[in-house]
């Protein structure tokens, strides 16, 4: 067999454990998200408010566990933390834009409608975060600056 295969073979191993990595991280993010939202609900705290403090802790439990469990990313905070709060920025914005068109252009039912788009929107996010939130390659001035 060619090296070239086995080169082939460990870069795809190692992009599908990144990948389900992402997962766990974005699961356990989400879990985070509706823990906090239920718990404050139960305290008596309105809904709207809850949903947006579990949102508020959600994203924080995903950017450090994209950045140290899934990217393994040696930027510093300093740069990766703007970086995430920009695509988080943007995701939202192509989730609104997404969800709108596919329930009320075309006409899908808000249930496979939201599936498309959560589907859509996660990928999105992992090209995001791995190309451009927690990529430390090629970012000289981070590399000699730590958090």
Not at 77 to 100: K, T
């Amino acid at each position: 067999m060619p090296a070239g295969v086995d080169v082939l073979r460990l870069l795809n191993s190692a992009r599908l454990a990144e990948t389900m990595r992402f997962i766990v991280s974005g699961g356990a993010a989400t879990l985070s998200h509706w823990l906090t939202m239920a718990l404050l609900i139960l305290a008596g705290m309105d809904s709207a408010m809850a949903t947006a403090a579990g949102a508020a802790i959600g994203a924080g439990v995903n950017y450090l566990m994209q950045k140290t469990y899934t990217f393994r990313s040696e930027s510093s905070h300093r740069v990766a933390l703007p970086r995430y709060i920009a695509a988080c920025a943007l995701l939202w914005l192509a989730n609104l834009l997404l969800f709108v068109s596919l329930n009320r252009l075309f006409a899908l039912p808000v249930v496979p409608a939201q599936f498309v788009t959560t589907a859509l929107v996660a990928m999105m996010s992992y090209l995001l975060y791995r190309r451009i939130v927690f990529n430390s390659s090629g970012i000289a001035h981070d590399r000699n600056s730590r958090d």
